[in-house]
């Protein structure tokens, strides 16, 4: 009885080995003697080793000398790599080099389906790692926020306390359409350093001036709380169009127990 010797290799679960036998002899295990031989010798010709193992053994140290010659087996596996197995061929699942030009591609096909507006970034995502790619026009930011500037404006910036009013148009990372004051048909109101809007809106307009233009590409980790409980479900980049239309003044206002804050 001959049986091939096998060993594991990555990405293989088991490499077989043809010329690498066990030779399994003259095993009667009926037959009542008391003699065991076992002996190794190397064929010729072949680069293999070739195990005879000659076993006659007593009916009471049947259990005994088979166990021995498992744990002979598991020995000689341990010192040289190999193992005793049946053939077997294991499939190596190979990984694709990453395609960022087809990726790119499919993105850009998406956005146009989507409508998505010129010069729009395109987000290439393998796995958990997402690549922004954008035009030499917009800047990029230490905290991760990236904007592009179609008009400046003219003016001051807007400050912690002071109501920013805005029109704005939001987008997925497919340039899906998903929010616009456009369509509401009124601008919003906001007092900055509020905790109002989510921290990479409020960063990317701090610099802006009134009458100015940009596109805010707002990175997760600056973007809005995900969960249950909330509009979005899932960490993505989030892009906005946003057009500063004034910025205003407030001063708190107390009238008897009432008490407000007036913004002109």
Do not use: W
């Not at 001036?209 to 709380?225: A, D, F, N, Q, T």
């Not at 899932?234 to 057009?243: I, W």
């Amino acid at each position: 009885m001959a049986a091939a010797v096998c060993s594991a290799h990555p990405p293989f679960t088991a490499k077989c080995h043809p010329n690498l036998h066990f030779h399994v002899s003259n095993l009667n295990l009926g037959r009542s003697r008391s003699s065991a031989q076992a002996f190794v010798r190397r064929r010729r010709g072949s680069p293999g080793v070739f195990l005879k193992l000659g076993v006659e053994e007593d009916g009471e140290e049947d259990d005994l000398r088979r166990r021995r010659f498992l744990l002979f087996l598991v020995a000689l596996s341990s010192s040289t790599g190999l193992s005793p197995c049946p053939d077997s061929h294991g499939k190596s699942k190979g990984k694709n080099p990453y395609d960022e030009k087809r990726l790119l591609e499919q993105n850009k096909r998406i956005q146009r389906e989507n409508r998505a507006p010129d010069d729009f970034p395109s987000f290439i995502r393998e796995g958990f790692q997402v690549k922004v790619v954008t035009s030499d026009n917009y800047v990029r930011k230490d905290s991760g926020l990236i904007y592009k500037d179609f008009e400046l404006g003219s003016g001051d910036c807007p400050l912690a306390g002071q109501q920013v009013i805005f029109h704005y148009i939001g987008y997925n990372e497919s340039g899906r359409r998903i929010d616009s004051t456009y369509m509401q048909g009124s601008p919003a109101k906001v007092r900055m350093g509020t905790n109002t809007l989510i921290p990479g809106f409020e960063e990317g307009i701090r610099d802006m001036k009134p009458g100015g233009k940009r596109r805010i590409v707002i990175p997760p980790e600056l973007g809005p709380p995900v969960g249950p409980s909330t509009f979005f479900s899932s960490k993505q980049f989030e892009v906005f169009d946003v057009e500063l239309l004034d910025i205003q003044n407030c001063q708190r206002r107390t009238i008897g127990f009432y008490s407000d804050v007036v913004c002109n």
